[in-house]
């Protein structure tokens, strides 16, 4: 499994921006897919998840302004990511792997860039 993130970008807070991961490769029915995101001096943490079945959990921070959904079709998944604030810079990585009890990660994607300006 490969996985291809992209839409990145330099934004003013209070903006939006929608991040999508492309998958190339059978993902195992039973894996979650999730976005990460590491800002600098911080470690790596889980912003969103879905599960195989269509169950979402988001972190408290990204709470009412993060949608994560997945395109099945295109074997693809999104983070709608909107009020955007300055604490949301970081660096963005999708992942497979298993979210719902504790974080295994099996797969990840290369990351892209977002930038929040005050």
């Known amino acids: 499994v490969q996985l291809q993130a992209s839409g990145g970008g330099l934004v003013q807070a209070g903006g939006s921006l929608r991040l999508s991961c492309a998958a190339s490769?059978?993902?195992?029915?039973?894996?979650?897919m999730g976005w990460f995101r590491q800002a600098p001096g911080k470690q790596r943490e889980l912003v969103a998840a879905r599960s195989s079945g269509g169950n979402t959990d988001y972190a408290d921070f990204v709470k009412g302004r993060f949608t994560i959904s997945r395109d099945n079709a295109r074997n693809t998944l999104y983070l709608q990511m909107n009020s955007l604030k300055p604490d949301d810079t970081a660096v963005y990585y999708c992942?497979?792997?298993?979210?719902?009890?504790?974080?295994?990660?099996?797969?990840w994607g290369q990351g892209t860039q977002v930038t929040v300006s005050s």
């Open positions: 490769g059978r993902i195992p029915s039973i894996k979650d």
């Open positions: 992942a497979v792997g298993s979210f719902w009890t504790g974080v295994r990660v099996d797969y």
